[in-house]
DNA sequence: TATTCTACCTAACGTATGTTAGGTATTAGA
DNA sequence: TCTAATACCTAACATACGTTAGGTAGAATA
């Protein structure tokens, strides 16, 4: 299973036009800027993930990030191209965990073994690790379109994931009788993103609530 | 199991004070006017449910409603206030929706099948049945926090139907092994949920999705 | 017929928003 | 040391929003 892509893009992006005038594209991102950017996608991230994309104002992120909204133009050509980098992130970012932790288990472990491992680093990173994913599966919906236009490769390529492993799950006859490998996929996914609207310690631990639910969905 | 409250809440609301100038609770709703109110609430929750609760304007709702916006303040004193009343028609018509077809099933049916029966009115609501219920789902954690708290006896009533049932099918054994009915509820009602994201015609009938997802929280 | 009420409309207010133009202190390089 | 780029800031612009005050045609009432 395969997650090549970086996180950033800066190394596969480097500028192909040296007028570009992006700073932190331009030399591999060793310039002071970088940790600013760095600071303004982590506070747009938490914001979107606990306000949402439309609640949250470029004088919100920059009050928290230590600068003035106008400032955030230095470092992002608009709102939506911010989203733009925030949501990409998170998808990438689930999407490594969740192909790490299927790496990571046993060469022979079982198509069940590979999806609860999925789930648990699934809902891991939404609810524990990353306000990048998180933010991304609660702003999605309210985005522009063209964003979402954007994301949608990254998207597919993470579902893809899911794919697999429920493809693997149904041949092995692991799913429950009558249920068809989409219908899980969806009710799957449907189950772990919704615990962004619950979930608290109360609950235990993300890795326990995956268990719980991998018990609903294979046998 | 029973579920007594009126949708629009006129009978048992009846003004008590003779000088209250909304229009629609002096005379039992005998107005001409109950008919527009009528029509902006159903093209608020129509809006609601497409767009998200922020993303609509008061004018939105008016053009399609044939009204200037500020004429939406002769039926509701806020955008608050008529969203309350679509979100709080949301939940009551699921509500009610979920008991009726629990109650119609044959008084011999067992916990699982009155389970199911549950899910698929819940999903049937929500996806062709009723505007508001969606938009009561998707607008809920977007809008301002003293309406959530407005909303939460009718949204603890409907969980209450949830907890009933899941009670049930624990008891009777039926829950898959190492769920409890918290996580159950949860699970179920976030899988049921999240269909807003995805669902279409191409993945089938609401009641096929729900026997589907019935197989899995249960044996 | 005269009056009052109903169900709107017009027009504006104040505020918040994303965004931009132009300026500036600090740093890096020649 | 001079120059130029960096990483901001200030101030404003245009637009959109929820909301309100005051007006008005038509229906209902006396």
Redesign the pocket.
């Known amino acids: 299973m395969r997650c090549d892509e970086t996180e950033t893009g800066l190394t596969q992006n480097v500028s192909l036009d040296p007028l570009n005038p992006d700073?932190a594209a331009?030399d591999g991102g060793a310039?002071?800027?970088?940790a600013?950017?760095q600071q303004i996608l982590d506070v747009a991230a938490k914001l979107f993930r606990a306000r949402g994309y439309t609640e949250?104002?470029?004088?919100?992120i920059?009050k928290r990030a230590?600068?003035?909204?106008?400032?955030?133009?230095?470092?992002f050509?608009?709102?939506?191209e911010l989203a733009a980098e925030v949501l990409r992130i998170g998808v990438k970012r689930v999407h490594r965990a969740v192909v790490a932790a299927v790496d990571s288990l046993d060469p022979t472990a079982d198509a069940k073994a590979r999806l609860g491992a999925a789930m648990a680093a699934h809902l891991e990173t939404l609810l524990d690790a990353s306000d990048f994913t998180s933010a991304h599966i609660r702003c999605f919906p309210h985005v522009p379109e063209t964003l979402r236009a954007q994301l949608s490769n990254d998207r597919r390529e993470y579902e893809a994931v899911w794919r697999s492993l429920l493809d693997a799950a149904a041949t092995s006859g692991a799913l429950p009788p009558g249920m068809d490998q989409n219908a899980a996929r969806l009710f799957i996914l449907g189950a772990l993103n919704w615990s962004l609207e619950w979930y608290d310690v109360t609950h235990g631990r993300p890795a326990q609530l995956a268990r719980s639910l991998l018990a609903a969905f294979t046998r």
């Open positions: 700073p331009r310039k002071r800027s970088v600013s950017r949250t104002s470029l004088r919100d920059g230590g600068l003035k909204a106008g400032s955030l133009y230095y470092h050509a608009s709102k939506e």
